[in-house]
């Protein structure tokens, strides 16, 4: 069964570190193009980060960069999300998300940050940032 799932959101300062991992069963992930979305209450879901399929191109929203990292381990069949310097409007639910849209490639650059191009969702981790 095609599962993915998240984990490790948590409380954290402002200014504090968290690691998210999006981790897979039932498909290879290194097949797939893999976003990273947040969904803080009251708002759309916003894409925050992606990596391509064959050459892990990577892409951030505006509000992340230099903050987020985003990593696969083929060999864990994990994609990480590494959150440094978190500030509140952070704050949301993390969910991960796979696609084979573009063959996971320059195509897919292009549409990363729309949910609907993804076909695999995971359930979300809480990531709260507050003093």
């Known amino acids: 069964q095609l599962q993915l799932v998240e984990s490790g959101g948590g409380l954290v300062q402002p200014g504090g570190s968290l690691r998210l991992s999006c981790a897979a069963s039932g498909i290879t992930l290194d097949y797939y193009a893999i976003g990273w979305f947040r969904q803080a209450p009251g708002k759309e879901r916003e894409g925050v980060s992606c990596i391509s399929s064959s050459d892990s191109i990577t892409d951030y929203a505006d509000s992340v960069k230099g903050r987020f990292t985003i990593f696969r381990d083929n060999v864990a069949n994990t994609v990480y999300l590494q959150l440094n310097n978190l500030k509140p409007e952070d704050t949301g639910v993390y969910s991960c998300?796979?696609?084979?849209?573009?063959?996971?490639?320059?195509?897919?650059?292009?549409?990363?940050?729309?949910?609907?191009?993804?076909?695999?969702w995971g359930q979300g981790t809480q990531v709260t940032v507050s003093s």
């Open positions: 998300a796979a696609t084979g849209y573009g063959g996971g490639g320059s195509d897919y650059m292009t549409v990363w940050h729309s949910p609907r191009y993804y076909q695999y």
